[in-house]
């Protein structure tokens, strides 16, 4: 009877230079950085006053997503427009890779401790705690340097604050959230895409027609909105790192 | 962490992976379509203004015109009038004219006239002798003798001349 084949880890395909190892995910996020690398060269290989059809989509989405997050980061758009975007485009194509047939399906067949075993070739990079953390902590990093460059050492007051024993102990609050942060962005993302993949895995097991698809659909908005999320939370932490503190 | 799958190593590709996608995607996507999306706002501020202004330009020219209009028509006006004016004064001289050559005309007619009646008459008279010269000459010519005849025509030829004198 055949199983399902499950991993909270990403797995092993092979190792560079015997010092890397180059895991399903990391592979998959490799194929994803591709794909949009060749997407922007089409997009903007001949740039139009009026669009072609991928101009378009390209101005579509750079637009639709520069004018969300100016209403979150106002005139410090531009300053952080690469990074809420990236983060953005690169998240939702990762979740959204990871929900393409294959993906978990298509594998080899490897030994390990001396017993064949199954890898898929393909994971959602978002499936993966590595590019989870990796993403949260890039963006909790770049919000506490845009905080302490904004405003200087007196961001540092929103932490240490020794005014009265409240302020000092809502700053406590405050450095542990700036630590929580990391760990929530990194787990919401990860919990969602590999439930999601179980969901749809555990699905396609059962009732391998028709029924996976709302399922699929379902997966696809949850792709959508943990992009978003990760982003939009990002641009609200930024917005406010680098405002003036209120106390 | 290791049940977790979280590694150093592999923490560190990705973010090194992100960090390049952020590079890449902001030199060849962000940049160039914030660019072209800029250029085309500009493109279309720009002939929204120049819209504008031309629509000044056309409220000015047809101000222009109107006024070249209104100008053109109080000229008009007043050289119809002007025109109206001379003609009537044109068409008064062509009638006095008129008027003063028919009667010239009918002045030449009557005196024509008077100078054929004369013309007539005279040669009526002379038909009219010839005519009694010649009743004369048959009547004679039945109850006279020739010599006679004679004596009394050149008497009565004698009695016409005077009288036609």
Known sequence: ?247 | MEQLGIEPLQLLTQVVNFTIMVAILTRLLYKPILKALKDRRDKIAEGLEYAEKMKVEEEKTEAKRQAVIARANEEAGRIVDEAKKSAKGVEAEIVARAHEDGRAIIEKGKADVDLERIDMEKKLKEHLVEIAGAIATKVLESTISVSSHRAIINKKIKVVAKQLS
Do not use: C
């Not at chain 1, 890898?119 to 902590?137: C, S, Y």
């Open chain 1, 1 to 247: 009877m055949p199983s399902i084949h499950i991993s909270i880890t990403a797995e092993k395909l092979f190792t560079i230079g015997g010092v890397l190892p180059v895991t399903n995910s990391l592979f998959t996020s490799w194929i994803v950085m591709g794909l949009l690398v060749i997407f922007s060269l089409l997009a903007t290989r001949k740039l139009a006053l009026i669009p072609g059809n991928i101009q378009s989509v390209a101005e579509l989405v750079i637009e639709g997503i520069y004018k969300l997050f100016e209403t979150v980061l106002h005139d410090k758009i531009a300053m952080f427009f690469s990074l809420i975007a990236s983060l953005f485009i690169f998240i939702i194509a990762m979740n959204w890779v990871g929900l393409l047939p294959g993906v978990g399906t298509i594998g080899l067949r490897m030994l390990e401790d001396g017993h064949e075993k199954f890898v898929p070739l393909f994971r959602a990079g978002t499936a993966d705690l590595n590019m989870t953390l990796a993403l949260a902590i890039i963006a909790v990093l770049i919000i506490q340097y845009s905080g302490l460059r904004s405003l200087g050492t007196s961001y540092l007051k929103r932490f240490l604050n020794f005014r009265n024993p409240i302020y000092f102990f809502v700053g406590i609050l405050e450095l542990a959230g700036e630590f929580t942060r990391v760990i929530s962005f990194a787990f919401r993302l990860f919990g969602n895409i590999f439930a999601g993949e179980v969901l749809l895995t555990v699905i396609a097991f059962l009732m391998p027609l028709l029924v996976p698809l709302p399922f699929l659909g379902l997966e696809l908005f949850v792709g959508f909105i943990q992009a978003l999320v990760f982003s939009m939370l990002t641009a609200a932490f930024l917005a406010q790192a680098t405002a003036p503190a209120s106390h």
